[in-house]
């Protein structure tokens, strides 16, 4: 089994950053991606960014240019990070984890909420 734990979320004001984590622990598949969502409550979790087993990383469009994903493999864990800049208030939003190698996995969610 794979454990998920996010953290990192928080309050920033716009233009600031913010640093999004999650940890993968357990049985974990060395052909397995990880990627962070968003989801605005009452619709469905829309992509942000991902990244693959070989560190190749996939970005939405909102994403591009301001976010950057990356992934720390080790035994038995991995660790991803979301290094989030140029915040706006349209980023204020539950961001989640999710970990795929055969069925996803998601995390719990962290909130972010970008306000002056």
């Known amino acids: 089994q794979v454990q998920l734990v996010e953290s990192g979320g928080g309050l920033v004001q716009p233009g600031g950053s913010l640093r999004l984590s999650c940890k993968a622990s357990?049985?974990?598949?060395?052909?397995?991606?990880m990627g962070w969502y968003r989801q605005v409550q009452g619709e469905k979790r829309v992509l942000v960014a991902c990244?693959?087993?070989?560190?190749?990383?996939?970005?939405a469009d909102s994403a591009e240019g301001r976010f950057t994903i990356s992934r720390d493999n080790a035994e038995n864990t991995v660790s991803m990070f979301l290094q989030m800049a140029a915040l706006t208030p349209e980023d204020t939003v539950e961001y989640y984890c999710?970990?795929?190698?055969?069925?996803?996995?998601w995390g719990q969610g962290t909130q972010v909420t970008v306000t002056s």
């Open positions: 999710r970990y795929r190698a055969y069925t996803p996995l």
């Open positions: 357990g049985r974990i598949a060395s052909i397995a991606s």
């Open positions: 990244i693959s087993s070989n560190n190749i990383p996939l970005y």
